[in-house]
């Protein structure tokens, strides 16, 4: 049976958290030195199991099984967010890597079948709203939207950083989704709801939606000190009051799991001396189910409509983005529980995923599953992000042990 070395991989994702360390977590944003560093580690390790391995013209890193298969894709993401945790995506690479090398010490499978590796680049979007490497990799990403993509934090463009990198110029990798029985991810949850329960491991059924607006109020600017309040027509004000609305009514219309976010406020111009003219607000949901989120938009829709009507100040709701969700593999999901029971007996549990990962991107095109492990406080996209070396080796056998069921037919 392919086995997980749980000492191993703590090895690796310690080893990890010193390149870039910031605190206890990292600063490891894509194509930063740091970034190419960890890169470059991987395909040391990769080689040295026997498999094929190399950096694209995007910065995925993939490493090839030999054998005539059968063959698993499994990976996640390895650069950070801007001094963030230690685990978020870092450990879905190790759990994947680990799976690798333990394939390549079964005698059952070595040289015959295993488990192909991706690290993909910026999935964290420090270029864009994310999944460039997986989106790269499954062909949503064209050239033309490549050549336009610029680093948020001011440090350049995609292309320059990649010709930094030493990348400028190699292919873009492509996937052959006939090759693999299926793509497996491994997480932090990112939440507290593992811990809470008292669980080591989640199988995630469903990667949830985002649908993103911009809602957006005309009113007219005018002198805070001079114009009466009854003929004010302020924008800001509006706003707000919409923003209540949205908060007392959504509780009535959402699902158990659904949730949703007012993640942005502007008021033009912004001057306290002046009532606004102009106001907007970046507003999100997310949930698992069309029905839902369709229900949830159309709530959304009616509360513009009412504060149109209400007045004073005409209001506009415009789609930012209006994402699939993504329903990871049955057979992938069984092949967790069934580890699970032999590993973490008692203490796995199905559950949705309340934030974006690869394996949405990659299910569109293949059968994927993921696997949760617990974050402490459910702290995640800061330094304090962590999980328990136990909760991190016991996923680790899960994973491995879910891998060794699916190549084995087990």
């Known amino acids: 049976m392919a086995k997980a070395n749980p000492e191993r991989v703590l090895r690796d994702l310690y080893m990890l958290r010193d390149i870039g360390r910031y605190k206890s977590g990292v600063h490891r944003p894509t194509l ?28 995925n890193v993939y490493g090839r099984a030999p054998g005539d298969g059968p063959f698993l894709l499994a990976g996640s993401h390895i650069e950070s967010q801007n001094y963030a945790g230690w685990l978020d995506g870092a450990l879905g690479v190790v759990y994947a890597l680990e799976a690798a090398r333990a394939c390549a010490e079964d005698p059952d499978l070595a040289g015959k079948s295993g488990v192909d590796m991706m690290a993909f680049a910026d999935e964290e979007g420090h270029f864009s709203g994310g999944f460039i490497g997986s989106q790269s990799y499954a062909g949503d990403m064209t050239e033309a939207r490549l050549d336009e993509l610029q680093d948020r ?3 350049g463009s995609l292309r320059d950083l990649l010709a ?21 991810e491994a997480h932090i949850e990112q939440g507290d709801w593992l811990e809470d329960q008292g669980l080591t491991v989640g199988v995630v059924t469903s990667i949830v939606a985002i649908w993103q607006y911009r809602i957006t109020f005309k009113g007219v600017q005018n002198h805070a000190g001079t114009t009466r309040m009854a003929i004010r027509q302020d924008a800001g004000k509006a706003l707000m009051r919409l923003w209540q609305r949205i908060e007392d009514t959504f509780p ?3 699902a158990e799991r659904s949730v949703w976010t007012v993640g942005g406020v502007t008021l033009e111009p ?11 607000m970046l507003f999100q949901f997310r949930d698992a189910d069309p029905a839902v989120l369709n229900r949830l938009k159309s709530h959304l829709e009616s509360l513009v409509a009412e504060a149109n009507e209400q007045g004073p100040c005409p ?16 057979e992938i999901q069984a092949a967790f529980s069934a580890a699970g029971d032999e590993f973490t007996p008692g203490k796995h ?62």
Not at 168 to 176: F, M, N, S, T
Not at 270 to 280: D, F, N, V
Not at 315 to 330: F, I, N, Q, R
């Open 270 to 280: 912004g001057a306290p001396s002046i009532i606004p003219g102009g106001a907007e």
């Open 32 to 59: 930063s030195p740091e970034d190419m560093k960890t890169r470059h580690w991987l395909v040391s390790e990769l080689e040295a199991i026997g498999h094929t391995a190399e950096i694209d013209g995007v910065a």
């Open 164 to 184: 930094e990198a030493g990348l400028a110029g190699r292919p873009r990798l492509q996937l052959d989704a006939s090759r693999y029985k299926g793509f497996l």
């Open 349 to 410: 549990v199905l559950m949705p995923s309340g934030a974006g990962h690869d394996a949405q991107v990659l299910a569109q095109h293949m059968p994927a599953g993921m696997l949760f492990v617990p974050s402490i406080g459910g702290i995640s996209h800061h330094w304090t992000e962590d999980t328990s070396d136990d909760d991190i080796m016991r996923g680790a056998e899960v994973f491995v042990g879910a891998v060794d069921r699916l190549l084995k037919g087990a």
């Open 153 to 155: 934090s001011g440090r």
């Open 315 to 330: 209001c506009t709701l415009e789609v930012l983005g209006e994402s699939t969700p993504a329903v990871m593999s049955p």
């Open 252 to 254: 009535d219309v959402i």
